[in-house]
């Protein structure tokens, strides 16, 4: 039997898996992002403008058991002072599991 409009809408709770981070010395929950979400990063990091898009994706994605985000925007500051590799790697699997396209993610990677 096919979902309504009404199920569609109302689908939860939000998926989230557990990563290793061990240059934090541990592991984090994330959580894919919105499509909402995806568009206001592809909008506010157009190519060759994405300084702080890893850590807005970490803000973003990193999240608590109920799969609201951990982080504000405000702390994209002091997450851009934290290690690259822990957040190429938080950003990376956030991406991932937010099903990126692959050329998102490539080009993400090599940036």
């Known amino acids: 039997?096919?979902?309504t409009k009404e199920q569609i809408l109302a689908a939860r709770p939000v998926p989230t898996k557990t990563i290793s981070v061990p240059e934090w010395g541990g592991e984090v929950l994330i959580r894919p992002l919105t499509a909402a979400e995806k568009g206001r990063?592809?909008?506010?990091?157009?190519?060759?403008?994405q300084f702080e898009?890893?850590?807005?994706?970490?803000?973003?994605?990193?999240?608590?058991e109920d799969g609201k985000p951990l982080f504000t925007m405000d702390n994209i500051k002091r997450?851009?002072?934290q290690a690259i590799g822990a957040i190429e790697r938080v950003a990376a699997e956030i991406m991932k599991f937010s099903y990126f396209t692959l050329?998102?993610?490539?080009?993400?990677?090599?940036k």
């Open 1 to 3: 039997m096919a979902l």
């Open 41 to 49: 990063i592809d909008d506010r990091y157009p190519e060759g403008k």
């Open 53 to 64: 898009m890893r850590a807005h994706i970490v803000v973003l994605g990193v999240c608590d």
């Open 79 to 81: 997450l851009n002072e």
């Open 103 to 110: 050329e998102d993610v490539d080009a993400f990677e090599k």
